[in-house]
């Protein structure tokens, strides 16, 4: 089974508006985080946000924030105010246990934001 | 600034031959990891390093691979004879291990790898 699930290969949002990225995770264990990563064309993985599985309140960054449902187990980004600079992949990642932990990646979304 | 530096950014090898892809973090951290990203597909998980040993490694990770850190501060993925589907986008990440992101990892600009 996927441990982690992101169902939308492909997104489009226009400049300014808000757009939900979905993510879906599998885990039994009660200790686990949650990424988002960001990859722009030239290929770098830039970390955007991180929510633990203890954490009472969503993480934001910035214009990030993730829309976190533990019962439903999913861990969806949020962007507010689209900018042209957002077009890239972004992939939703989970660590499981505590401590240092692997990263398991999906299989990523591909956001264009058009002028 | 960035967490970790790689080298060399792009890498064009023979098939059979080795490769070493290095690592340089900017800061003294202990936790290491490898992943690769075939093009166009998701990014996996290789090898995590710490404190100078293996600490974890997936079924990708064969006895054609190796990270070792030959001087306390580089780390390296080696690669002893590469082979076709070998060619990807090689990550290094590092966590920084501080109150508030100790779990975050931060990953290098990558290394592009292509076997011919």
């Known amino acids: 089974a996927q441990k982690i699930t992101q169902t939308q290969p492909g997104m489009f949002v226009q400049e300014k508006e808000a757009v939900t990225l979905d993510c879906t995770y599998d885990t039994s264990d009660p200790s686990y985080g949650l990424f988002w990563y960001k990859q722009p064309s030239s290929g770098e993985m830039i970390f955007l946000i991180y929510?633990?599985?203890?954490?009472?309140q969503n993480a934001t960054e910035g214009r990030y924030s993730l829309n976190f449902q533990k019962a439903r187990k999913s861990a969806n980004l949020v962007i507010s105010a689209s900018q042209l600079g957002d077009s890239a992949m972004y992939f939703c990642?989970?660590?499981?246990?505590?401590?240092?932990?692997?990263?398991?990646f999906g299989t990523g979304t591909r956001l264009l934001v058009s002028p | 600034e960035p967490e970790v530096t790689q080298t060399p950014s792009h890498q064009v090898t023979q098939m059979g031959q080795e490769v070493i892809l290095r690592c340089v973090p900017i800061?003294?951290?202990?936790?290491f990891y490898w992943y690769r990203q075939i093009l166009g597909q998701k990014v996996e998980f290789l090898v995590s390093f710490y404190n100078n040993e293996i600490s974890e490694k997936s079924e990708i990770f064969d006895d054609q691979f190796s990270v070792e850190r030959p001087d306390g501060s580089n780390f390296t993925l080696k690669i002893r004879s590469t082979k076709l589907e070998d060619s990807a986008m090689y990550f290094c990440a590092i966590e920084r291990g501080t109150d508030r992101t100790k779990e975050t990892q931060y990953f290098g600009p990558g290394t592009r790898l292509l076997v011919l």
């Open positions: 929510q633990g599985s203890y954490d009472q």
């Open positions: 800061s003294n951290h202990l936790y």
């Open positions: 990642a989970m660590s499981e246990g505590a401590g240092f932990q692997k990263l398991v």
